[in-house]
């Protein structure tokens, strides 16, 4: 039997077009130990649902080597993703899928609004993570977003009328903090900025 697979990370690439943002989820993961091994080359399949527990058949098989890539979600949706080994020289093929991770892609563009924030990086202070964005002209104010460590959800953090914020919650040393923000006003809200990811050491 193949032991399963556990899913270590995700994270989102967020590319700028002209008339609507596009999202790339990267997925990586660890392999387990086939035992007996497997005598011939060990690949993955992918599964993605919209509920929890709710992957039925893989959006992806055959991978070879730990990561991937999902480039077909959509702005605002909530996603489900396991993995499993696949070793075709055993009698059962498959392995039991690994651990369950989630993932909010951010709420898209609202007509009208402003322009997205630009420059976005983050520091880590001994007050916590220091964020900085550029100024968007005409912007009522900045909404900043941050994800629940290790999963990637999404959740409003605070608004802010200046570009720069100070996560003073964002302090456990080797733990990975990431946000992004929108910018606002009377018209409505912009897309989301790039991601910013501090490491606290």
Not at 52 to 79: E, R, V, W
Not at 95 to 119: D, F, Q, R
Not at 146 to 154: A, C, L, V
Not at 168 to 195: D, H, I, M, R, T
């Amino acid at each position: 039997m193949v032991k399963t697979l556990l899913l270590l990370a995700l994270s989102i690439e967020l590319s700028l077009g002209a008339a609507a943002q596009s999202f790339t989820v990267n997925l990586q993961w660890a392999n387990g130990v086939p035992s007996p091994p497997c005598t011939v080359p060990l690949t993955t399949n992918l599964y993605r649902s919209t509920v929890a527990g709710g992957q039925t058949s893989p959006i992806k098989t055959g991978i070879i080597g730990t990561t991937t890539t999902d480039a077909t979600t959509s702005d605002g949706g909530t996603y489900f993703y396991k993995v499993s080994n696949v070793c075709t020289s055993y009698a059962t093929p498959e392995s039991a899928k690994g651990n369950e991770i989630m993932l909010v892609i951010p709420p898209g563009k609202t007509p009208g609004s402003p322009p997205v924030p630009t420059g976005l990086n983050g520091t880590s202070t001994v007050l916590g993570a220091q964020l900085n964005w550029d100024a968007v002209p005409n912007v009522k104010e900045y909404h900043v977003f941050t994800s629940t460590p290790g999963r990637r959800q999404w959740h409003f953090e605070v608004a802010t009328t200046k570009p720069n914020f100070l996560d003073k919650s964002a302090k456990l040393s080797g733990q990975s903090y990431a946000w992004f923000v929108s910018s606002s006003n009377s018209q409505g809200e912009s897309n989301p900025s790039l991601v910013a990811v501090v490491t606290p050491k």
